[in-house]
Every structure is written in C-alpha cells, then in structure tokens.
C-alpha cells in the first residue's frame, strides 16, 4: 500500500501541473478567439481553411492591441483617446465604470507606475502574522490629510487566489521590503508557501 500511494502521489506531481495549464492556456485561446467575432463571416479562417485552428482569435487579439498603440502614441492618436475618454465621461453610470477601470489599469500598465513594483512583509491580518504584500501608491488627498503618519498603500493577496485580496494602509516604518521579484512574491503565494523564493544571501557570487 505504501508503494501504491507513493506512486499516486508521484503520478499527481507530474501530471496536475500539465493539466492545469493546458487546461488555462485552452481557456485564454478560447477566449480570445471570441475576438474573431468581429470579423465578418467570411473572413474567418474556419470558412476560409475549412477547419477550426485555435489560436487565430489571439493573433487578431495582439494585432488589434499593437495598432491601437500605435496609434495612440502619436499625437492625433492622443487626442482621439482624449475626445473618446470626454464623450464616455458624459455619460451616467458609463462613467463612473470607465473612470475607476482606467485609473487602475494606468496605475497596472503605466511604465511610469508603481504598482506591484516591490513586494514587501507586513503583520497581517494581527501584529505577529506577517504575510506577504504589494505596495501600490501612497495615500493622497482627504486620506492622506487624516494619517499623521507617513502611511504606504498595500495590496494583501489571498492564497491560493492572488486576484482577490485586502487594499489596506500600512505605515511605511511597519512595513518590510523584499528583495524578491514580484513573480516570485506571487509564486509564493499561489503555492501557498511550497515553492519558496530563492535566498538572496545564497545567490550572491563570493
């Protein structure tokens, strides 16, 4: 029995992980092939070669996102994205969706943002849990008026799911930092602590 338990376990450690990530790259190709619904019908390459190939939707997906960049960095394209980005604020409801989204994916995807930059250690959810954070900003405004303090913005992800998490406001003396990626900050905490980050100390050439 214990070979044949040996041998279970054994078989899970190879096969989980090639499962799951077929199973999330066929999920991502599959959605991003719903792209190709924007093409007309007879464009599509199922009508066009006869057979469905995956994988055309995330070709059209990075084609689309390259043109749209280039044109939004040049200066017409700016103020297209301007006039776009005033039209939308007009409108109820829309704009308060719109607004919130933008502002957080130009705080993500900004090469001048610092969010998600540097992984930091803070006692979370009581003093004497310490777990693992990201620090994205510093409080500002009305916020900011109220904490004496010098306080930074983190973001506590939950294990094994990083995408939902706490948004709360630590003092910076209280806080931390690491000298781990945030990959490997992430890696850490999906495996719920299992694949621990590299040492530094160990790392350095003598």
């Known amino acids: 029995m214990s070979a044949l338990r040996k041998w279970l376990f054994t078989g899970l450690l190879v096969v989980v992980p090639g499962v799951i990530t077929v199973w999330v ?60 980005d005033a039209i939308v604020g007009r409108i109820p409801v829309v704009r308060s969706i719109y607004s919130s989204v933008k502002q957080v994916s130009d705080t993500l995807f900004s090469e001048s943002g610092n969010a998600f930059r540097k992984a930091v250690l803070v006692q979370w959810p009581r003093d004497g849990l310490w777990t693992v954070a990201f620090v994205t900003g510093s409080p500002s405004g009305e916020v900011a008026a109220y904490l004496r303090d010098e306080f930074v913005s983190v973001y506590v992800p939950t294990t094994p799911n990083p995408t939902s998490g706490y948004f709360v406001m630590v003092r910076k003396s209280d806080c931390i930092e690491l000298d781990m990626s945030v990959d490997a900050a992430l890696k850490y905490i999906v495996s719920m602590g299992v694949v621990a980050p590299p040492d530094p100390v160990a790392t350095v050439s003598p």
């Open 25 to 84: 790259l066929r999920s991502v190709v599959g959605l991003l092939d719903q792209t190709l619904q924007i093409l007309p019908t007879n464009w599509h390459p199922d009508q066009i070669l006869g057979l469905h190939i995956p994988g055309f939707g995330v070709v059209l997906t990075l084609v689309i996102l390259l043109v749209v960049g280039a044109i939004a960095s040049n200066f017409a394209g700016r103020k297209l994205v301007q006039l776009g």
